[in-house]
């Protein structure tokens, strides 16, 4: 039997209704959470006042919604589909011929829609509140002094000193000794008095000072200088260095591989990046893979009943990709695994799991 447009466009609705309902329950709670751990971290700087704390939290409200998405849809998929089983709706639709697969097409379509939107339209406005969220976090808790920025035209790195601020460029990066090539080291002092500049051939970052090969110094006033070696003192250690790099989460979807090409012409490593890219392509799969693990939870309701241990089921599902997510992904920063296999396969596992209960629960 042909799934009617009137009874899809119900279905639809109540998952909907269900995914948009269990969304603001979880997020209210995980916006009082992240309220209390940033009122926590603020009671010893005095800068990060209320008002302060409030607009960080606010401003994580979207990178929120994507990380409890895929368990909205999961608990809100099985909310509908329970409704819908207690009101013996289901039942009337399978004594008209109507299939498992044809009454959960609705969701489905719903779920890759969802993906969909929260990859090319909703993920941009995440990373950008991410990035200010970042921003404000790295100045008022943080108290990061120095601040990397990737670019076509190479790398600069600016680090703040208590009379001023420096500022490095250099053109590219060789690894695994993590020397800069091309060099040009600007040194203000104050908000933007130049005091003098340094060319180098090389740059390469010792404990408590830049170590620079084949220098000229350039002070105002006064004839350039050469050295073959000279030292900058510097307070900035190379893990520093690495975690000044835009999170991930702080790019857009569209900008992303840009950022990685980039990244990689430059010397470092894009892994990371690379990584949360495919995640992000994975999603609309992941977010069918929740329906169908919550119709195999829910659907069973009409034959053998029982709420609270399908409910558990359910608590347990959602744990479950939690936790095998956080390991896999782990495995794919480490390069135990390839990058392309470690966002999808969550996603993958998760959906060849669902369909195979469903076709045991169904049609076995």
Not at 35 to 64: C, D, N, T, Y
Not at 233 to 252: C, G, R, V, W, Y
Request: hydrophobic content about 50%.
């Amino acid at each position: 039997m042909r799934l009617s447009p009137i009874l899809s466009t119900y279905i639809a609705r109540h998952f909907l209704t269900s995914i948009a309902l269990v969304l603001g329950v979880l997020l209210g709670l995980y916006f009082l959470i992240d309220i209390v751990e940033l009122l926590r971290r603020a009671s010893g700087h005095e800068a990060a006042s209320f008002s302060i704390v409030l607009q960080m939290a606010l401003l994580h409200i979207p990178k929120m919604v994507q990380q409890i998405m895929p368990f909205a849809v999961l608990f809100g998929g099985m909310l509908a589909l329970t409704r819908l089983t207690r009101t013996n709706e289901l039942v009337v639709a399978r004594a008209a011929g109507v299939s498992v697969w044809q009454f959960l097409l609705p969701g489905l379509v719903l779920a890759v829609a969802l993906g969909g939107i929260t990859v090319t339209a909703f993920n941009p406005l995440a990373s950008a509140t991410t990035w200010r969220y970042e921003q404000m976090n790295n100045k008022y808790l943080r108290g990061r002094p120095s601040l990397l920025a990737v670019s076509s035209s190479g790398l600069w790195l600016r680090e703040a000193r208590e009379d001023g601020q420096t500022v490095v460029h250099a053109q590219y990066l060789s690894q695994p000794d993590m020397e800069l090539h091309k060099v040009i080291i600007f040194i203000y002092q104050g908000v933007d008095r130049f005091v003098r500049r340094i060319d180098g051939k090389t740059a390469k970052l010792e404990e408590g000072y830049w170590n620079l090969k084949d220098v000229l110094v350039s002070t105002p006033d006064r004839p350039s200088e050469f050295f073959p070696q000279y030292r900058l003192a510097t307070k900035l250690t190379l893990d520093q260095i690495q975690e000044s790099f835009a999170p991930p989460e702080t790019m857009s979807f569209w900008d992303l591989p840009g950022f990685i090409e980039t990244l990689e012409s430059a010397g470092f490593s894009a892994l990371k990046h690379r990584l949360h890219w495919h995640s992000l392509l994975s999603i609309p799969l992941l977010y069918c893979a929740m329906v169908l693990i919550a119709a195999t939870f829910s659907l069973r309701l009409t034959r053998r009943g029982g709420t609270a241990p399908l409910i558990l089921g359910g608590l347990l599902a959602g744990f479950l990709l939690y936790f095998v997510t956080d390991i896999v992904l782990a495995l794919g920063l480490s390069e135990k695994i390839p990058v392309v296999l470690a966002a999808w396969s969550p996603a993958g596992v998760f959906s060849l799991l669902g369909l195979a209960m469903l076709f045991h629960l169904e049609d076995g």
